[in-house]
Structures are given as structure tokens and as C-alpha cells.
């Protein structure tokens, strides 16, 4: 299950560098478009928080990051995390455009987008922000993946406000402002942006790669369904650590007594 189990033969690459940023926020048909860079287009891998997510020291890192203020010191974090990679799309690299830019100069920069920031707002309202809530936190703590992922959230909202002067991850504002984030970094680096959307489909996306157009459907993946059930299967394996964990002292307890 995507991320929950680590990928089969998803490996970086040795000397591979980012050649397509993918800078949307997350729920941005993100999935997708990592789909379709990967088996289609030939971007292989594309870091995605599915490679991050089953990994507590993939999340501790980009933790890090997200708190590192020493420009240095933050992209010698980020080089473990995107060096050998293709490609990238959600997070953590939508939240690192300037600094993968710096990091790798030739990358292509698209920004995936939802049909309009309402639709954006109410797939997060049904899918992340739970993540950001204490209890998810008290519930599935622990667990090292999820007691990170926490985290990162709480990071995530430093660096919106950092940022942008804004004091939530998932409002319709924290879309629109990052969405202009993202065209004035790449105007300062002088890079074209591919504004897509999955409506769009291949086209624009092979033209603007420079891809012939695959002749298969563009993929859909990870609706709001999918990811309903992650979060099910999350607090319930939170639940049954806290189960397993209450149960040793009342066990032990109970032999003492029975033992006098």
C-alpha cells in the first residue's frame, strides 16, 4: 500500500539529476503525474511522499530541511533526499523550488494544479489535514513514520509562515501564495513554467518535456477513496500499538498476584 510499505525497485540512480520539478502543492494530482513520469515519460524515479512516507529517517530529514535556515547546510540535507532522482512532484520537493533550482540548474518546472483552489481546499479537507491534528498524533505516536509525518506538518506550517506570513497549510490563501511562489522563483531563475492541469491530459506535458505523446490513457491515481483507507489503516495500527503497549503492565501485574 503507497505510503504505508516501501515501493519494490524504486532506487536512485548514481550521478541521475532532477530534470522535471513538479511544484504544485500536494493533492494536485500529484500521484498521477508521477505515474506518468515515471512509467511514460521515462523520468525514473520521481521523488513523491509515497518514497518518503514508510521511512523515518527519509521524514527526519526532510524535517530538518524544512527548519534549516543555513542555505548550505539545507541543501546538503536536500542532495540525500533528491540526488539519483529523475524527477519530482508533492512533497518534499514542491516546497524546495528555490533551492532545486539551485541544486540542479537544468530542471524543467511545471506547476500542477487543481481545476480551481476551492476543489484544491475541500481534497484537503477530506485527505491531509488530519495529519496536522493532535490526534493523529497521540494516536499513531508510536509509530517513528508517523510520529515524523506529525512533524513534518508542523514544519510545513513554520515555513508557510516563514514564508508567506500565513497561518495555515490548507487555505484557499496558502494555494494562491504558493502558486505565485512558484512563478516568481522560476521568473528569477529564468525558467519557463508549464501551468497543467490533469484536464489537459498529455499534450502540453509531452510538448513541454519534449515526449511524444503515449498512447495510453493518462493515468488517475490516488483519490480520495485511497487515501480515506491509508488513514483508516494508520489510526487503526496506531491503536493496536497503544493496545499492545498498556497490555505488558496489567499483564505483568496479574502474574505478580497470581505468583504470591
Not at 519530482?88 to 518546472?109: H, I, N
Request: hydrophobic share 40%.
Amino acid at each position: 500500500m503507497r505510503f504505508i510499505h516501501p515501493e519494490k525497485n524504486v532506487r536512485p540512480v548514481p550521478d541521475q539529476t532532477l530534470k522535471v520539478i513538479a511544484a504544485g502543492l500536494p493533492r494536485c494530482a500529484t500521484s498521477s503525474l508521477q505515474a506518468a513520469l515515471e512509467n511514460e515519460l521515462g523520468y525514473a524515479p520521481c521523488m513523491h511522499m509515497a518514497h518518503v512516507a514508510p521511512f523515518a529517517d527519509r521524514l527526519k530529514l526532510c524535517y530538518d530541511a524544512l527548519l534549516e535556515t543555513d542555505k548550505p547546510k539545507r541543501q546538503a540535507i536536500l542532495h540525500k533526499l533528491f540526488d539519483g532522482y529523475a524527477a519530482t512532484c508533492d512533497f518534499p520537493g514542491s516546497f524546495f523550488l528555490d533551492d532545486l533550482l539551485e541544486m540542479y540548474p537544468d530542471a524543467k518546472v511545471i506547476l500542477n494544479k487543481r481545476r480551481s483552489p476551492e476543489a484544491w481546499h475541500r481534497s484537503i479537507v477530506d485527505t491531509i489535514q488530519f495529519y496536522s491534528t493532535r490526534t493523529y498524533l497521540w494516536t499513531t505516536c508510536l509509530s517513528a513514520t508517523d510520529y515524523w509525518h506529525f512533524y513534518c506538518h508542523m514544519a510545513l506550517k513554520k515555513q508557510a509562515e516563514r514564508r508567506f506570513g500565513c497561518d495555515s497549510l490548507f487555505n484557499i490563501e496558502m494555494y494562491n501564495l504558493h502558486n505565485d511562489w512558484v512563478k516568481d522563483v522560476a521568473a528569477k531563475q529564468g525558467k519557463e513554467v508549464l501551468d497543467w492541469e490533469p484536464s489537459m491530459g498529455w499534450d502540453p506535458l509531452c510538448k513541454f518535456l519534449d515526449k511524444p505523446v503515449p498512447k495510453t490513457s493518462f493515468p488517475h491515481i490516488n483519490d480520495t477513496q485511497n487515501m480515506k483507507v491509508i488513514r483508516r489503516f494508520l489510526i487503526q495500527r496506531g491503536l493496536l500499538k497503544w493496545v499492545a503497549v498498556l497490555s505488558v503492565p496489567v499483564v505483568a501485574l496479574g502474574a505478580y498476584f497470581w505468583m504470591m
